[in-house]
């Protein structure tokens, strides 16, 4: 027997694998194979999820482990920062530090524990970076041979202006009105981006953005490998960095920008070190169910309910009671 836990961030919902804790660790036909089984909502346990989230041993000395994060769709990314605070949360709790650093696919991020939001919310801030322009890091093509910042690309969608930008997973962004954001385009246009197209050849989240007021934003994502979420971590710290440089009279550098989402909300500062951008994330990392499971049943990506057992935490109605005390500047219903 082994467990998983199943958590969130901003209801951004995944579940995590310890690898470390089992006889024998997942090869990653078999990882791909369980996150396409256990996220499924017709196929899966408590409505499925968003990714998988893998924790084992860092290759290299210094980090306390390495997250990788496969998509429902068994894709691999190379970061996700609604996931990586709930990792975060979950080395804290094995270890007892509350500040150290994880190895992700390309960098070693820092993490650090913050106060909890509300009673029973804990709370994680996260490093998102290295931050890249140029078109061959998304990578996009066929769009211009420049970054791209707030410029019309017809090719995408008439009317609409784009930035494009990798933290290091690739974002589109647009900023919108409230109508456009809750109309059909986002999914569209998703959907055409993370299916053959010429333009974004691995596919790309897309987040479309409406301005609430100085440091203040609502971000929608449709997720590479995934379709719509409650909340893309590094989507909204993209964003955010987008508000500042297109914005910068609304968006200040080095202050907390807060970022609603259909899932709740988190905030994003953007800070500059010249010459590099980088972003702290902070929001709740939250953990819903602990699951006890046979490790054979990892192996075959055959996790169903009548075999495994779930304990159900107390959070998610903290949760609830937290995300009811704050203002609800857009409703966009919510994916469970
Ligand atoms: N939800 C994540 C991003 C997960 C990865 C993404 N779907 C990709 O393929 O890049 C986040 O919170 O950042």
Redesign the pocket.
Known sequence: MTQLLKVH?SQ?HFFILDQMLLKKPLADKELRRLAQQLCDPKTGILNGA??LLAVTQADHPGPLARMR?I?ADG?E???????LRTVARYLTQKTGQTSFTIQTMHVDLRVAKQKDLAPNVPAFAVEISPVLFSPESLPFKGLGNERMINDYVPELQPDLRFTAVAVP??HLISFVDETTLKSDVLGQLGRYLNGTNPYFTD?V?VSFAVFLGPNRLFVRTF????GF?N?????MAATSLAFCLTHPEQAALDQPIDVFNPGGKVQVIVHFDRPHYWMELIGNATVTDVIDVDEEALHAAHVVTDQVHFEQTKEQAAYVDYIHSLPRPINVNLKH
């Open positions: 961030g951004n968003d990714g994060v998509n894709s990314a190379s970061m996700c920062g609604n996931g997973n690739p596919g989240n997720e590479r490998g995934v979420t909340a893309c971590g590094t989507g």
